[in-house]
Structures are given as structure tokens and as C-alpha cells.
């Protein structure tokens, strides 16, 4: 007679866990089991425990094999089950005495092909619990469920996991679904999407019955040994499955939420080092359907905004980077503000040769309006600025726009490379590199999550990608004042009213340094600055808190002393009223002290 339920376990080098699992099973309270134990070569002593163990109990049959992976041993394991059910386990967990037989009798009381049950995380380290994983209420109140019950989070609910689910074995059979062997890394993706997917009635229990180990940074070895293309391939095969399985539902906004969470938990745990590469790699894994789903837009997907002053010398390179742009799904729309030199020129034979550029000619008006004018007939999904004197990496649009849409964001915030222009040396400025930025710091966060270090955050409109849509349903524009150093009102009203912002400290931009530049030529634009200081410190307070607004005032206020005590004596002299104005002013109308070393500049300089 067949037996109740097959336990399939891989097992490989996990000698240190394998008595607790095996005990654990074989003195489960259902005793009409078999237990599979594929040994997949393991090198330690598990061949030894195994053999000990099928002594004691011969519901115990264990098959070695060369090493061949996780997915290619429960294959086996799974060829070879003679069960009404199988669960596929892991060696070096452990299980509650009831497991089975409660998971068996749910199955047999609703019919189902698969019953879902939770687990606790089982600390290796503490050795103790440490958290318990439930399965959402609505659905064990509702259990069993047909798969349309579950809707949208189809996906998701059940973690793509196989050991927290008894199969019926015959189910499996009948759909032909086995583990990837082709993604040894992602091989529990594909069979943990195919058998929900293509199951008709799902059970979902109450109780967990697993512990699963959590061993020290396995989350984060096990992304490592995962690549995007292991994943994205997986992905890919499971959907084209489920789609030739002709399932009554929309399959589409279902896979697609798995897809993106899929993708986020393995962008939570990959070094920033591998981040671009493996960005820019996924649309060559991930199925067509799928790519589009998740990151198609309406064209273009990036309007870049090039304001062109007299930058004849350094627009080449920058549009250069442009037009060679790994993402080509882009508008550049340059804007000639009033060059006396040949810029125009040379904009035009660029346009000549890529119709996505556009002109816009416009007497000389400053940064401020000339982006303001692009943005009028920008139609990009998202915006990046760029400097005509910079230029941007050639996977500067891409890496931004699939980060982006992945997490949804309003803002990007993103690295520069600095380089001299007269030698070309190359070197870190940390304001540029986002060094604010803690370790393992929350993907997405608004201003509320970092006004302790608020001043850290670089105020640049180059080194920010924005959600173009988020800019026009919160009426963000550009001053209409001929001023330097504009980035910063635009950018802190941006930052206040933004509710989805990431960082990506990945260098994408490379940013020229000269003396010709604006904003590095502070002894022509001190009095410019002292205006910024006082627009931007009055949009923050309509929208800041008041740790967050102490925290701009006062470091507003000191970094204007210290720009101010770098200038030549002589322009100290000529801008002294403007920085005495300025203090005057904030302090009138916020009524914060400002540092001592300051107050003492003020009572000087009045004296």
C-alpha cells in the first residue's frame, strides 16, 4: 500500500543538521510516511548520519547522486515517491510534531491540490525563534481557495518557498511541474509559482509547523550565488508555463506583482558595486510580455535637458553621451540661451544626426529659465538635467529609469565622478557620492527619514531623477530669476512634497571641474547665493517639521559663513552686507540663534 505522504529532502553537507530534521520527521504523530533523503554529494559525514538513520527506520530510503543542485536532487527524490502527497523539506530544518498529519488532513477534507502552512525563523545564531511568518488572515478564513479567490496576490501570499507546501503528488504528475535544473540558484522559483499557479483549490492553514534556520548573512550568500539572469530566466520559463496552461484569470497583474517583488528582494541584498551591470542586464533575461508590463512607459522614457551657454569646448562630449545612451528610448532637448560662440552650431549637426534632440533658441537668460523652458515641451516620463560642460555615463538613463519604475520613485537621488578638466584626474567629492548614506539603509524614504542629516543630502538638479508626472501634479517649477546656485529651491520643494524617494550610489555622472563653472566660482555669485539661502529656507518651512527645519537654518546658515570666509579679502569686503542681510533676515523671520562663532561675525561686521 502507498503511503500517506513522501518527505522528499536534498541534503547536502548538512551533517550538523540532519538529526534534529530526521527526528523530527520520523517521529512525526502521522506514521504512514516514506522519507527520501537524496544525498547530493555531500563531502561531510551526512552519508554516515543517513545510513545510521535507514538502520532505525525503514521509512527512510536515501539515493546518492554527484552533486548536481538542490533542484536535480528533489527531481529525484520526486521520481521516486509512491505518495498520495509530497512535501519537499530542507536538511537542515526542523519540523513540528504534527506537521504532517494536520496538513494531510486539510488536504483530504478540502479536496485541495496544495496546502499552504507558516513557519517560524529559527535564529542559528540565538538559537532561539524569532519571528513567526503567518499566512494572511483573509485567506485562512476563506480557505480553500480557487485561484481568482486570491486575485492579484496570487503570487505572493505563499512565499516561493516548496517546503511549506503538501503537494498532491498526482497533480504534479498530470501538470508535468518539476524544480528548474537550468537556474541552480533560483531553482525554487519556478516550482513554487507553477504549482500555485496551476492549482485549482489551495488550502491555507492557521498554524506553522516549520522551523526554518536562518543561518549568519544566508540572505545575503545566497544573492551572491544568484544572478539577475538566474532569476529573470526562471521567471520567465514559469510564466510561459502558466501562460500555455491556459488558466481561467488574467495571468498578467498577478505574475507581474511577483515579478517586481521578486526583483526587489534581490536589489535589497546585491552589492551596490553589481548594481548598474545587473540593472542594465534584465531586459536581456526577462521575458518580452514581462519587461514591458513592468517597465514600459510612454515614449520617451527620459527627456535629458541640456541649457547650452558658450559650452562649445565641452558640448561634444556631452552630447556624445547622450546619443550613445544604452536606453534609447530618450528625447535631448537642448537649449541654446543666447551662445555667442559656435554651440548653436554644433547643436545643429547633432540634431542633424538624431532626431530625438531638439532646439530651443532663446536670448541669454540663465539656467533657471532656460530648464524651465525645455520642461515646457519636455514629454518624457522622467527628467534628467544634465550641464553642457558635464557628461553623463552611457548607463546613466537606464540604470535611473529601471531603478526607478521598479521602486516606484518620485525622486532618484544618484553619484558623481568629479574630474579636472586641464588633466583629466578623476577623485570623489563626498557632498556628490551620497556619503549620508548609512548601510543598509531603507530603499524608498521621504524627507522625514533623513532630516537628522538632511544637510548631507547633495542639492542638485543634475544628480536627482525626477518622475515628471510628481513635478507637474505638485506645480514644481524652476525660479523665474536670473540666479546661480538655483538647483536649491527646486530641489527642496521637490524633496518636502516627495513621498517615494531612493538612492542609488552608483557614479553615473561625471561632473567637470573648471573655474569657468558657475556653481565653483562662489567669489562672482556670493550675493546670488545669500538670495537662494533665503528661498529655499522659505519653501522649507511650509512643509518641514521643526527638527528638520532647525536643521536646514542652521546649516544653511553655517555653510554660508564658511563659503564666505574662503572668499578673497577683498570680496569679503564687497559682500559682507549681503551675508549680514541674510542673517538679519532668517533670524527675524524664524527666530532661531544662530551658532556663536556667527553671531560674533554679526556684531564685527556691525561694529
Same mark, same amino acid.
Request: with cysteine; aromatic share 12%.
Given at each position: 500500500?502507498?503511503?500517506? /505522504?513522501?518527505?522528499?529532502?536534498?541534503?547536502?553537507?548538512?551533517?550538523?543538521? &540532519?538529526?534534529?530534521?530526521? $527526528?523530527?520527521?520520523?517521529?512525526?504523530? +502521522?506514521?504512514?510516511?516514506?522519507?527520501?533523503?537524496?544525498?547530493?554529494?555531500?563531502?561531510?559525514?551526512?552519508?554516515?548520519? &543517513?545510513?545510521?538513520?535507514?538502520?532505525?527506520?525503514?521509512?527512510?530510503?536515501?539515493?546518492?547522486?554527484?552533486?548536481?543542485?538542490?533542484?536535480?536532487?528533489?527531481?529525484?527524490?520526486?521520481?521516486?515517491?509512491?505518495?498520495?502527497?509530497?512535501?519537499?523539506?530542507?536538511?537542515?530544518?526542523?519540523?513540528?510534531?504534527?506537521?504532517?498529519?494536520?496538513?494531510?488532513?486539510?488536504?483530504?477534507? $478540502?479536496?485541495? =491540490? /496544495?496546502? %499552504?502552512?507558516?513557519?517560524?525563523?529559527?535564529?542559528?545564531?540565538?538559537?532561539?525563534?524569532?519571528?513567526?511568518?503567518?499566512?494572511?488572515?483573509?485567506?485562512?478564513?476563506?480557505?480553500?481557495?480557487?485561484?481568482?479567490?486570491? *486575485?492579484?496576490?496570487?503570487?505572493?501570499?505563499?512565499?516561493?518557498?516548496?517546503?511549506?507546501?503538501?503537494?498532491?503528488?498526482?497533480?504534479?504528475?498530470?501538470?508535468?511541474?518539476?524544480? =528548474?535544473?537550468?537556474?541552480?540558484?533560483?531553482?525554487? %522559483?519556478?516550482? *513554487?509559482?507553477?504549482?500555485?499557479?496551476?492549482?485549482?483549490?489551495?488550502?491555507?492553514?492557521?498554524?506553522?509547523?516549520?522551523?526554518?534556520?536562518?543561518?549568519?548573512?544566508?540572505?545575503?550568500?545566497?544573492?551572491?550565488?544568484?544572478? %539577475?539572469?538566474?532569476?529573470?530566466?526562471?521567471?520567465?520559463?514559469?510564466?510561459?508555463?502558466?501562460?500555455?496552461?491556459?488558466?481561467?484569470?488574467?495571468?498578467?497583474?498577478?505574475?507581474?506583482?511577483?515579478?517586481?517583488?521578486?526583483?526587489?528582494?534581490?536589489?535589497?541584498?546585491?552589492?551596490?558595486?553589481?548594481?548598474?551591470?545587473?540593472?542594465?542586464?534584465?531586459?536581456?533575461?526577462?521575458?518580452?510580455?514581462?519587461?514591458?508590463?513592468?517597465?514600459?512607459?510612454?515614449?520617451?522614457?527620459?527627456?535629458?535637458?541640456?541649457?547650452?551657454?558658450?559650452?562649445?569646448?565641452?558640448?561634444?562630449?556631452?552630447?556624445?553621451?547622450?546619443?550613445?545612451?544604452?536606453?534609447?528610448?530618450?528625447? !535631448? !532637448?537642448? /537649449?541654446?540661451? *543666447?551662445?555667442?560662440?559656435?554651440?548653436?552650431?554644433?547643436?545643429?549637426?547633432?540634431?542633424?544626426?538624431?532626431?530625438?534632440?531638439?532646439?530651443?533658441?532663446?536670448?541669454?537668460? *540663465?539656467?533657471?529659465?532656460?530648464?524651465?523652458?525645455?520642461?515646457?515641451?519636455?514629454?518624457?516620463?522622467?527628467?534628467?538635467?544634465?550641464?553642457?560642460?558635464?557628461? +553623463?555615463?552611457? =548607463?546613466?538613463?537606464?540604470?535611473?529609469?529601471?531603478?526607478?519604475?521598479?521602486?516606484?520613485?518620485?525622486?532618484? &537621488?544618484?553619484?558623481?565622478?568629479?574630474?579636472?578638466?586641464?588633466?583629466?584626474?578623476?577623485?570623489?567629492?563626498?557632498?556628490?557620492?551620497?556619503?549620508?548614506?548609512?548601510?543598509?539603509? !531603507?530603499?524608498?524614504?521621504?524627507?522625514?527619514?533623513?532630516?537628522?542629516?538632511?544637510?548631507?543630502?547633495?542639492?542638485?538638479?543634475?544628480?536627482?531623477?525626477?518622475?515628471?508626472?510628481?513635478?507637474?501634479?505638485?506645480?514644481?517649477?524652476?525660479?523665474?530669476?536670473?540666479?546661480?546656485?538655483?538647483?536649491?529651491?527646486?530641489?527642496?520643494?521637490?524633496?518636502?512634497?516627495?513621498?517615494? /524617494?531612493?538612492?542609488?550610489?552608483?557614479?553615473?555622472?561625471?561632473?567637470?571641474?573648471?573655474?569657468?563653472?558657475?556653481?565653483?566660482?562662489?567669489?562672482?555669485?556670493?550675493?546670488?547665493?545669500?538670495?537662494?539661502?533665503?528661498?529655499?529656507?522659505? !519653501?522649507?518651512?511650509?512643509?518641514?517639521?521643526?527638527?528638520?527645519?532647525?536643521?536646514?537654518?542652521?546649516?544653511?546658515?553655517?555653510?554660508?559663513?564658511?563659503?564666505?570666509?574662503?572668499?578673497?579679502?577683498?570680496?569679503?569686503? =564687497?559682500?559682507?552686507?549681503?551675508?549680514?542681510? &541674510?542673517?538679519?533676515?532668517?533670524?527675524?523671520?524664524?527666530?532661531?540663534?544662530?551658532?556663536?562663532?556667527?553671531?560674533?561675525?554679526?556684531?564685527?561686521?556691525?561694529?
Amino acid at each position: 500500500m502507498s503511503p500517506k /505522504v513522501s518527505v522528499v529532502i536534498p541534503v547536502y553537507n548538512a551533517s550538523a543538521y &540532519l538529526p534534529q530534521c530526521l $527526528d523530527t520527521i520520523l517521529l512525526q504523530t +502521522l506514521m504512514d510516511i516514506e522519507v527520501i533523503c537524496v544525498n547530493d554529494g555531500s563531502t561531510d559525514n551526512s552519508s554516515e548520519v &543517513l545510513a545510521a538513520y535507514t538502520q532505525m527506520d525503514e521509512r527512510l530510503k536515501v539515493i546518492h547522486q554527484e552533486n548536481a543542485g538542490a533542484a536535480v536532487a528533489r527531481n529525484r527524490g520526486m521520481k521516486e515517491a509512491t505518495g498520495e502527497y509530497i512535501i519537499f523539506l530542507d536538511a537542515d530544518d526542523f519540523f513540528a510534531a504534527d506537521m504532517l498529519e494536520k496538513m494531510l488532513a486539510t488536504a483530504q477534507k $478540502d479536496q485541495s =491540490d /496544495v496546502v %499552504v502552512c507558516g513557519w517560524w525563523q529559527f535564529s542559528q545564531n540565538e538559537q532561539k525563534v524569532v519571528r513567526q511568518v503567518k499566512m494572511p488572515d483573509e485567506y485562512i478564513q476563506k480557505s480553500p481557495l480557487e485561484r481568482q479567490d486570491i *486575485g492579484n496576490n496570487l503570487f505572493l501570499f505563499a512565499a516561493n518557498v516548496p517546503w511549506n507546501k503538501l503537494i498532491r503528488l498526482d497533480f504534479l504528475k498530470k501538470t508535468a511541474i518539476r524544480f =528548474d535544473e537550468q537556474a541552480r540558484h533560483a531553482d525554487d %522559483v519556478f516550482f *513554487g509559482l507553477c504549482s500555485i499557479g496551476a492549482a485549482q483549490k489551495i488550502s491555507v492553514m492557521l498554524e506553522p509547523f516549520i522551523y526554518y534556520r536562518i543561518h549568519s548573512n544566508s540572505q545575503t550568500a545566497y544573492t551572491k550565488e544568484t544572478s %539577475v539572469s538566474d532569476l529573470c530566466q526562471t521567471l520567465s520559463r514559469a510564466y510561459l508555463y502558466l501562460k500555455e496552461c491556459d488558466l481561467p484569470f488574467d495571468l498578467l497583474p498577478a505574475y507581474i506583482n511577483r515579478v517586481q517583488s521578486s526583483l526587489l528582494w534581490f536589489y535589497s541584498c546585491l552589492p551596490q558595486s553589481k548594481m548598474k551591470a545587473s540593472l542594465c542586464s534584465i531586459q536581456n533575461y526577462l521575458h518580452s510580455d514581462l519587461y514591458k508590463a513592468l517597465f514600459g512607459s510612454r515614449l520617451p522614457a527620459v527627456s535629458i535637458i541640456v541649457p547650452v551657454y558658450n559650452a562649445a569646448k565641452f558640448l561634444p562630449e556631452c552630447l556624445d553621451s547622450c546619443i550613445h545612451q544604452t536606453l534609447e528610448d530618450i528625447e !535631448i !532637448i537642448c /537649449v541654446n540661451d *543666447g551662445s555667442t560662440d559656435n554651440s548653436l552650431d554644433i547643436l545643429q549637426q547633432y540634431a542633424r544626426r538624431d532626431k530625438r534632440i531638439k532646439i530651443i533658441t532663446q536670448e541669454n537668460q *540663465g539656467l533657471p529659465i532656460s530648464r524651465a523652458n525645455a520642461m515646457k515641451i519636455a514629454s518624457g516620463e522622467y527628467i534628467q538635467f544634465l550641464d553642457s560642460d558635464d557628461y +553623463l555615463d552611457l =548607463d546613466t538613463c537606464k540604470s535611473l529609469y529601471l531603478y526607478s519604475k521598479l521602486y516606484d520613485l518620485e525622486m532618484l &537621488l544618484f553619484s558623481a565622478i568629479e574630474f579636472k578638466n586641464e588633466s583629466g584626474e578623476e577623485f570623489e567629492q563626498p557632498y556628490h557620492c551620497l556619503k549620508w548614506l548609512p548601510e543598509n539603509f !531603507i530603499q524608498v524614504f521621504s524627507w522625514q527619514n533623513v532630516k537628522e542629516v538632511i544637510m548631507g543630502v547633495a542639492v542638485t538638479a543634475c544628480l536627482t531623477f525626477y518622475k515628471h508626472d510628481f513635478l507637474k501634479e505638485n506645480d514644481i517649477h524652476w525660479i523665474n530669476q536670473r540666479l546661480c546656485y538655483e538647483d536649491s529651491p527646486f530641489f527642496i520643494e521637490s524633496f518636502f512634497k516627495a513621498k517615494r /524617494v531612493g538612492a542609488l550610489p552608483e557614479k553615473l555622472y561625471h561632473r567637470r571641474v573648471h573655474g569657468a563653472a558657475i556653481t565653483q566660482n562662489m567669489a562672482n555669485n556670493f550675493p546670488d547665493y545669500c538670495k537662494i539661502c533665503r528661498m529655499t529656507l522659505k !519653501i522649507a518651512k511650509q512643509y518641514a517639521d521643526d527638527e528638520a527645519f532647525s536643521n536646514l537654518f542652521l546649516g544653511y546658515a553655517v555653510k554660508a559663513y564658511k563659503n564666505y570666509i574662503l572668499l578673497p579679502v577683498e570680496k569679503q569686503k =564687497d559682500f559682507r552686507k549681503d551675508l549680514s542681510d &541674510l542673517y538679519d533676515s532668517i533670524t527675524a523671520d524664524y527666530h532661531l540663534s544662530l551658532p556663536p562663532e556667527i553671531k560674533n561675525w554679526c556684531k564685527t561686521s556691525v561694529a
